[in-house]
């Protein structure tokens, strides 16, 4: 995971990493330091080449420093990685491969399989994809308050009071996956990021109906 923080924008971050050479300098920077470590046997002090890549004296091995990340082997811009690696960091409510696909200017297969892979380094995990027809509902998990002793009892917990309650959202597609995820809360804003992240937007749009 490299270190975003010192942006305070997404334009600012895309003006910074001009090029894909800008991207692997701080990439390196951030990976290692003045020590560059062989990831093939982890030998320390590696030498640059001429051709941007290094050089393990000991395996005599041949890399560079998107060997071993998520970046390797990709032919999509650096920039375009490190602009989903800031989203993520800093919008915690989540946003669809289809959004994402028209914003970064990639297909949604691409902007699926990146999501997927920045996503991992978050600990988010959207490997599943709802379609179709996708029933939600929210629950509230917790003591229920009749059965405790008076002197235990928590005042103004009536209903969906979250005094002593967790939110689960769930979402299921009829006959295939099923979404669980706790939220702060069930309010719109709050769940309809979720739906747009688990759930393939149809064309014409996603269709919420009251049941």
């Not at 005599?60 to 993520?88: C, H, P, R």
């Not at 405790?148 to 309650?165: D, F, I, P, V, Y």
């Amino acid at each position: 995971m490299i270190g975003l923080e010192k942006f305070d924008n997404l334009i600012s971050l895309i003006t910074y990493f001009k090029d894909n050479e800008t991207c692997k300098r701080f990439l390196k920077e951030q990976r290692w330091g003045d020590d560059v470590v062989c990831p093939y046997c982890g030998h320390h002090h590696c030498r640059a080449r001429s051709n941007g890549q290094f050089r393990c004296p000991n395996c005599l091995n041949n890399f560079s420093v998107l060997v071993g990340t998520i970046f390797e082997n990709t032919k999509i811009a650096l920039v375009k990685w490190f602009s989903v690696m800031y989203l993520i960091s800093s919008h915690k409510k989540g946003f669809s491969s289809h959004q994402l696909a028209r914003d970064i200017s990639v297909t949604q297969k691409t902007a699926w399989h990146i999501l997927h892979k920045v996503r991992s380094l978050y600990g988010q995990n959207d490997s599943i994809e709802l379609s179709e027809d996708v029933e939600c509902d929210e629950a509230y998990i917790g003591g229920n308050e009749k059965n405790k002793h008076e002197s235990k009892k928590t005042e103004g917990t009536q209903g969906r009071s979250l005094k002593t309650k967790t939110p689960v959202f769930g979402m299921a597609q009829r006959n295939g996956n099923i979404v669980a995820l706790k939220t702060q809360d069930t309010k719109g804003r709050t769940l309809m990021p979720i739906i747009r992240q688990f759930v393939k937007e149809p064309v014409g749009g996603i269709n919420l109906v009251h049941t």
